[in-house]
């Protein structure tokens, strides 16, 4: 490894929640996470990462410029990459020029979350290099105006998470037990987005409310869901025994990884959740939000065929979830749909993204 760790730098400022994506390259690589405030530092602090904080700006988030200057100033002078997990934008002041910067989103996409010009402006202003994340998503950020040769072919670290989950199965499971569940229920993982058009308004309330005493359900909330909306969720679960109101944090060793190790079949939206859950080969139903709530079917299109074969609620039978979990489990998944999503959606899905993403660094540094 040629690039030293102290030299690495992870930008999460005030998005605690996207660490998780740079865990899995930490582990491997080292470096140090950079944040703007108190509070996201004592959220990284109790995950017993190394911290960088020079300022305490938590109403900062997407527009930074001048007001994170000296954050910039100490990266500017000491960093030799530094890897972006959101869409910052800078003013020419402090935009970095010295370190290599390298915009790797916190996920694959299946959101048009790069469609739009501006976004597009702000990458080619702001960062050295952007993860291509698969062969799919590079040519429509080519097609969008980003040069290649300033994307890199490298996807998403936390991809060897979620390919090895299956090795926390029988973990999580004791800890659930405890939880509530029982042994031959059915466990449904209910990760809904919560920007946008989302399941998550009415669609996954109706779920939770209506699912039988056949299936476990594990609800988890985008980390940026509305309180309001927490807080009905959490009351909900409260009040049923095969329920789980499990976000970030909240429940020790239940993590998003761990969901994925022991659900029988996946809910969710336009997430790049649902993404990660195609290289677990696992049943997904598509959940629609009603009305102005519900996603376009255009969201779907670069795996339009796995929503078409999967099952689906929305305000048709959102009230009549168990039918439709049932049918989807007993279905299962087709083969040959799930793989040829994987090799079109995801650079190294074999379990090598960290290894990639390390060597492409060191032949940066």
Not at 20 to 31: M, Q, S
Not at 103 to 129: A, C, P, W
Not at 156 to 183: C, F, H, I
Not at 214 to 236: D, E, G
Request: with cysteine.
């Amino acid at each position: 490894m040629k690039i030293s760790e102290s030299k690495v730098y992870y930008f999460i400022g005030n998005f605690p929640s996207h660490a998780l994506h740079a865990i899995p390259l930490y582990e491997k690589l080292g470096g140090t996470f950079v944040v703007l405030s108190k509070k996201a530092e004592r959220d990284l602090l109790d995950r017993n990462l190394p911290v960088l904080r020079l300022q305490n700006s938590p109403r900062l988030h997407l527009e930074l410029g001048s007001k994170a200057q000296d954050t910039m100033d100490f990266l500017e002078e000491n960093a030799s990459i530094v890897l972006f997990y959101e869409l910052f934008s800078f003013d020419e002041e402090s935009r970095l020029k010295n370190p290599k910067t390298i915009f790797m989103t916190h996920g694959n996409m299946l959101k048009n979350y790069m469609g739009e010009q501006d976004r597009v402006q702000k990458l080619l202003d702001s960062y050295s290099y952007m993860a291509a994340l698969g062969p799919k998503m590079k040519k429509k950020f080519i097609s969008l105006g980003i040069p290649e040769d300033r994307l890199l072919d490298i996807g998403v670290a936390r991809t060897d998470e979620v390919v090895n989950a299956t090795l926390k199965k029988s973990s999580t499971l004791d800890r659930l037990r405890k939880l509530g569940w029982k042994k031959g229920q059915k466990i449904v993982a209910y990760p809904p987005t919560y920007w946008g058009d989302s399941s998550v308004y009415e669609t996954g309330l109706d779920l939770v409310s209506n699912i039988s005493e056949n299936y476990f359900a594990i609800v988890r909330p985008h980390p940026q869901t509305k309180n309001s909306l927490l807080r009905k969720y959490k009351k909900l679960c409260s009040k049923k025994p095969n329920a789980l109101y499990a976000t970030e944090g909240n429940i020790d060793q239940l993590g998003l990884v761990e969901l994925f190790a022991v659900a029988d079949v996946i809910v969710g939206d336009v997430s790049s959740v649902m993404l990660e859950a195609i290289l677990l080969d696992k049943p997904l139903i598509f959940a629609y939000g009603h009305g102005r709530h519900r996603q376009d079917s255009s969201d779907y299109e670069d795996i339009k065929e796995i929503v078409e074969f999967s099952q689906s609620l929305d305000e048709s039978n959102s009230k009549n979830p168990n039918e439709v979990i049932k049918t989807a489990i007993q279905n299962g998944i087709d083969e040959k749909l799930w793989d040829s999503a994987k090799k079109r959606m995801f650079y190294n899905y074999d379990g090598t993204s960290v290894e990639s993403i390390i060597e492409t660094l060191d032949t940066l540094a």
